[in-house]
């Protein structure tokens, strides 16, 4: 079921989570800190990825294809994502131009979309909810990226407020009411200090709350997943799914709390 990582401070690319060592079949999720100047070399096989840059700017090159200067942001607070896709089978080079850190993730796939950079302005942003629920999310690797498996964005919820709110799923093989996806977060808190709650829980009886720190993960292979927010702190997750069969976002709320929708 779902996993709680505090993962240490490091350099270079550290793999925090890999499929099939866990809880998750698809999903391989590992933070990297560069500085300016320093180059990550490797490659694609039977899989997609992306590098989704939580601060600094970037340039990445492989064969036929060159992106320069990607990420406009200081940190994850102060502006719209940029992320790198990188399709199967592919040698890239990443130079960090300046202080750099960013999250590298992969899922299998055969096929994929060419080399692409999602800049902010390609990025979505969307008010969802209303109240103490209300939150902001960015579609960064939605419908505006060709991709075999993975979809991405981020999550902004307020002090005080839910997200995932009314409680959602999407662990069931069952289009076009449900789509099967693994997912995974990563969260980060304004101020430092502060935290939040999430709980994750299925209709068969498991039930597990997590109290969530500044850099926390937290893998989701099934159940309705909540997140709130504590006064005083804002809370931010970069969320990243992958699929089972096909790339379709088709989360099931939870029917015991659909009605706050309609309320």
């Known amino acids: 079921m779902a996993t ?13 989570v890999k499929r099939k060592r866990g809880d998750l079949l698809l999903l391989d999720f590992g933070l990297a800190s560069m500085k300016a100047g320093e180059e990550m070399r490797d ?4 899989e997609e990825a992306i590098f989704h840059i939580f601060g600094g700017t970037c340039s990445i090159q492989g064969e036929g294809f060159s992106f320069q200067k990607v990420g406009e942001r200081a940190d994850v607070f102060s502006g ?4 790198l896709y990188i399709p199967p089978n592919t040698r890239y080079i990443i130079r960090a ?3 750099l850190t960013a999250a590298l993730c992969r899922a299998p796939a055969k096929t994929g979309g060419p080399p692409a950079a999602i800049r902010p302005k390609d990025v979505k942003v969307r008010e969802v909810g209303k109240g103490n629920w209300r939150r902001l999310v960015h579609d960064v690797g939605m419908e505006n990226l060709e991709a075999r498996s993975l979809m991405f964005g981020e999550t902004f919820n307020p002090p005080g407020n839910w997200s995932s709110a009314p409680p959602h799923k999407h662990d069931m093989d069952n289009l076009p009411e449900e789509s099967k996806l693994e997912e995974l977060y990563y969260f980060r808190v304004r101020p430092q200090q502060g935290f939040g709650l ?3 829980y299925t209709a068969d009886g498991y039930n597990q709350v997590f109290v969530i720190e500044d850099g926390d993960v937290v ?6 997943h909540p997140v ?4 005083g ?11 089972f069969r096909e790339r379709r976002l088709a989360p099931r709320d939870d029917p015991k709390h659909r009605w706050i929708k309609d309320s």
């Not at 709130?228 to 006064?231: C, E, G, H, T």
């Open 4 to 16: 709680q990582i505090k993962p240490k401070p490091g350099s270079g690319l550290r793999w925090i």
């Open 233 to 243: 702190y804002e809370l931010y997750y970069f969320w990243v799914l992958a699929s």
């Open 80 to 83: 719209k994502a940029s992320t």
């Open 219 to 224: 893998t989701l292979p099934r159940g309705y």
């Open 228 to 231: 709130v927010a504590s006064p």
């Open 198 to 200: 999430q709980r994750v």
């Open 43 to 46: 490659g694609t096989k039977d």
């Open 97 to 99: 131009d300046t202080n």
